[in-house]
């Protein structure tokens, strides 16, 4: 499983504001501090601001802050509203996968492996909080500014 580009920069942008939570961040300082494009984040925090994930102030003054504490956002809560799609192979996708007929649809045991998989992999990610997530090192390389993103 991967989780798509979209959630990786929402994850970020989520973390970046938990370790500012003293001031309203704007989209333009995130963006550079990730080296992400402005445009496509413009985007992410519109979905997170519709979750509740993300207060957003227009103008003057304005910025980003986080809707609740970090320990109230669960990740899991972050991935499910982020990811669109989360079938881990065709068949098991919500409008019935792309159209090819499987063999094994009627007995299959693969699609309830896999389902217990995802199942599990999300529950791990049920029981952690983007409080968990801001170790020292993380707050430290966030509020110092430096890019945490290793370059290739």
Do not use: W
Not at 65 to 93: F, K, Q, Y
């Amino acid at each position: 499983m991967r989780l798509t580009l979209y959630t990786d920069y929402a994850l970020r942008t989520l973390l970046y504001l938990a370790v500012h939570t003293d001031r309203r961040v704007s989209i333009r300082e995130v963006a550079q501090t990730y080296g992400i494009s402005e445009n496509h984040l413009v985007k992410i925090i519109h979905h997170l601001g519709r979750g509740g994930f993300v207060h957003t102030q227009r103008g003057r003054g304005g910025g980003l802050t986080l809707g609740r504490p970090p320990e109230e956002i669960c990740v899991g809560d972050v991935v499910r509203h982020t990811e669109e799609d989360m079938a881990l192979v065709s068949c098991m996708a919500r409008n019935g996968g792309d159209g090819v007929a499987c063999l094994l649809s009627g007995g299959c045991h693969l699609r309830g492996v896999l389902g217990n998989a995802l199942e599990a992999f999300m529950s791990v990610l049920d029981k952690a909080t983007l409080a968990d997530l801001l170790q020292p090192y993380e707050r430290r390389t966030l509020l110092e500014g430096k890019n945490p993103v290793p370059e290739p």
